[in-house]
């Protein structure tokens, strides 16, 4: 972490550095009105320098790309020194075209590396402290520049830019060498495709595109208006770049305090679209002030509001986005980017200020503002959406990354042992069942001979009613659910209730939902109608969530979530299931809390297994309510990584879950899902058992005196 702050520092100090010395330079050499023209050209010589470096990242990773590249630019530096002297003029021009193309390479490079070492939910908490360095840098290269000015000159800048390129180079190198390729599976890392492939096909990427674009299109267009304007005020020479180095040290400065005070709580408050929409939205509220206003102060508070949030707000956000995406991919698309698709709205808006000279030569400024307005607003459009598509490629990256996860499937033990006896008995294995032998019940009808089989208390007379082929029919239904409740008899008259769900669903429903029934019974049922596909199966079930009793909630919403598997077209009220889960998590708060205390001082007690294994099914069962309604594969995956021993992998489904659940749900349930284990518990073990008796209405104390307690759940998979 420390190494990154110090290597955004340096990198962004010889950035600011290099954009005041190539504007005070160039601003210098020639007139204002070249600055369009010369922003087009950037564009292109820029194109040419991605194009490259795409071209160089498929054979050579970041940790060596990046550092090399910083390597040759600092020669670049020393070599247009060397230059100025003799030819002013193109020197001014080449290193405008070089701060210009190379500054955001090399900015987009480093971010790249720093990608590849955090998880997203790890990057949402560093990467704004990461930005502050750097911001902290650019405060550093921003006075600097001023300094040198003032003492020597600004043509000397650019040997103190290639020193920080050099230390630059080092801290890259080192950073570099421990990031790791988490993001892909562990299988071989796929052939790379091209970047304009993998923004074609990814949609997240074309919105990112479309932000870029139409945002730096925004800032060109005032940037001109700004520049203009600051060259009218202060001329040309040395005092313009200690303006401009006194201006990139002011946003600096101001840059950082947001980043230290809101950067993280803007990302949690606003979200990642709002947060990056901060710069333009500035924009549009300074650029109104400036119609309002004319004159340079309007126009330095709109530019410079939205540098200040681009660099620090924006920033944070903005990078989040790349790390879910795959590595090949990621290094495939970054750069084109960060930098081509920067240096095209670049373009634009250098090509719409020649429109506005040109054609609109007497109200050239309003109408500059106006563009800057319409394409801010664009930009805010794009970013709207870009919400819902990290969720998405957070899910994606969850899919890729499961291949360590075990996914077993929770199968239905009580169905395979009725199975494995019917086999047996078939193969006449079993001993012959015995008749009743009263002759009145022989000559009567049969319904009423099976009625009294199922009441006899005799076990192959009730299993051999309990195991035909076309199961029970309507008349018997009443007589087995009360087998439910025997424990010889259960999974077979599970078994055979399962045949006749859909037909008795009615029936079934009543006994379910009877409270004056044993819960053992209705827990049962809850699992009978795990086959059902029908809708009134489903609605039954959902009425099952508002149980008394954990165990029949627990069960029915695993068999909602086989019976969605069976039949998507089944529908579910999300409001209603959501209501459910707020319900749930608050009822479940004081088994997870004495789950917390006892860490540590768990023993071997029948109490202390049952507030074990409760905790986990109650976590579970919440899982598996939120799974009806939100993607269940993912969501499942989130759910295993949370007890995965991969941090990155354990952070991405933590960001995950912050994006997907609501937010009421969230706060309740996110102390939970992000605990640590404590080294120490301090709480006594009794009084902590004594608070939990006491508060949780859910826990059954039936037979826990004896031993007796409930497997633990070691996912939420349907029954």
């Known amino acids: 972490m420390s190494m990154a702050m110090l290597c955004a520092a340096a990198v962004t100090a010889q950035f600011v550095g290099g954009k005041a010395t190539r504007d005070a330079l160039f601003l210098s050499a020639l007139n204002v009105t070249a600055l369009p023209t010369m922003l087009m050209a950037t564009s292109v010589c820029s194109i040419l320098v991605v194009a490259a470096w795409v071209r160089g990242s498929r054979r050579c990773p970041p940790s060596t790309l990046v550092p090399a590249s910083f390597i040759a630019s600092a020669l670049l530096f020393v070599g247009e020194w060397l230059a100025r002297a003799s030819v002013p003029v193109p020197t001014a021009v080449v290193v405008y075209l070089h701060v210009s193309g190379a500054g955001p390479l090399l900015a987009s490079g480093f971010w790249l590396i720093v990608n590849e070492r955090f998880d997203p939910r790890t990057a949402k908490r560093r990467f704004g402290q990461i930005a502050g360095a750097g911001t902290l840098g650019g405060l550093f290269g921003a006075l600097l520049a001023e300094r040198v000015a003032a003492l020597s000159g600004a043509p000397s800048m650019l040997l103190f830019l290639a020193g920080l390129q050099v230390i630059a180079a080092v801290l890259a190198r080192q950073l570099g060498d421990g990031a790791t390729s988490w993001i892909d599976s562990p299988s071989p890392m796929p052939p790379s495709r091209s970047g304009l492939r993998v923004i074609a096909e990814s949609p997240q990427l074309q919105y990112l595109v479309a932000l870029v674009l139409l945002g730096t299109t925004s800032a060109a267009l005032l940037d001109y208006l700004f520049k203009a304007r600051a060259v009218d005020a202060f001329g040309s020479g040395d005092g313009l770049l200690r303006f401009f180095a006194l201006y990139y040290a002011g946003t600096s400065l101001i840059s950082f305090a947001l980043q230290a005070v809101g950067s993280r709580a803007a990302l949690e408050r606003f979200g990642l679209a709002l947060t990056t929409s901060t710069p333009s939205i500035a924009l549009v509220a300074g650029a109104i002030a400036g119609l309002a206003a004319p004159g340079l102060g309007s126009v330095l508070v709109a530019r410079a509001g939205e540098s200040i949030l681009r660099a620090s707000w924006f920033r944070a956000g903005y990078e989040l986005f790349f790390t879910p995406i795959p590595v090949a991919d990621k290094r495939a698309a970054k750069s084109i980017i960060d930098v081509a698709v920067d240096r095209l709205g670049d373009a634009a808006g250098g090509g719409l200020v020649r429109v506005a000279i040109v054609f609109l030569p007497a109200m050239q400024s309003s109408a500059i503002i106006w563009m800057a307005i319409a394409t801010s607003l664009g930009a805010v459009l794009a970013a709207s959406h870009l919400n819902r598509w990290y969720v998405r490629t957070l899910e994606a990256s969850l899919l890729r990354r499961s291949v360590g996860i075990a996914l077993g499937e929770t199968h239905d033990g009580s169905t395979a042992k009725v199975v494995a006896d019917v086999r047996q008995r078939r193969l006449g294995n079993a001993v012959p069942t015995r008749t009743v032998t009263n002759n009145l019940l022989d000559q009567t009808d049969p319904v009423l001979r099976d009625i009294a089989k199922l009441r006899s208390g005799r ?26 409740a025997s424990e010889p008899y259960a999974d077979y008259a599970v078994f055979a209730l399962r045949k006749v769900a859909e037909e008795r669903v009615g029936e079934l429903t009543d006994a379910m939902l009877d409270p004056a029934r044993d819960f053992g019974i209705r827990t049962r049922l809850a699992r009978v109608f ?139 349930l996110w102390p939970f899902l992000v605990y640590q284990r404590p080294e120490r518990p301090a709480p006594l073990h009794d009084d902590v058992m004594a608070n939990l008796l006491r508060s949780s209405e859910s826990i059954t104390l039936k037979g826990i005196a004896g031993g007796w307690r409930q497997p633990a759940v070691a996912g939420f998979d349907g029954a």
């Open 459 to 484: 076990r192959e007379a009730i299993l051999q009613v309990l195991t035909r082929a076309e199961g029970p029919s309507g008349f018997l239904v009443p007589h087995v659910i009360p087998l439910l």
């Open 530 to 668: 795990s086959v059902a596909v029908s809708q009134r199966a489903a609605d039954a079930l959902v009425l099952a969530l508002d149980d008394e009793r954990f165990d029949v909630r627990f069960q029915g919403a695993r068999s909602l979530a086989s019976m969605i598997d069976r039949n998507p077209l089944i529908h579910l009220d999300t409001a209603r299931i959501f209501a459910v889960v707020s319900s749930e998590v608050a009822v479940s708060r004081p088994v997870w809390v004495s789950r917390r205390l006892l860490d540590g001082i768990m023993g071997d007690s029948p109490l202390d297994e049952f507030v074990r294994d409760r905790a986990g099914q109650s976590l579970a069962h919440v899982f598996t309510l939120l799974s009806l309604v939100l993607p269940r594969d993912p969501l499942q995956i989130a759910f295993r990584s949370l007890h995965s021993e991969d941090k990155q992998l354990r952070g991405t489904a933590l960001e995950y879950l912050e994006g997907v659940l609501p937010a009421p749900i969230r706060e309740r």
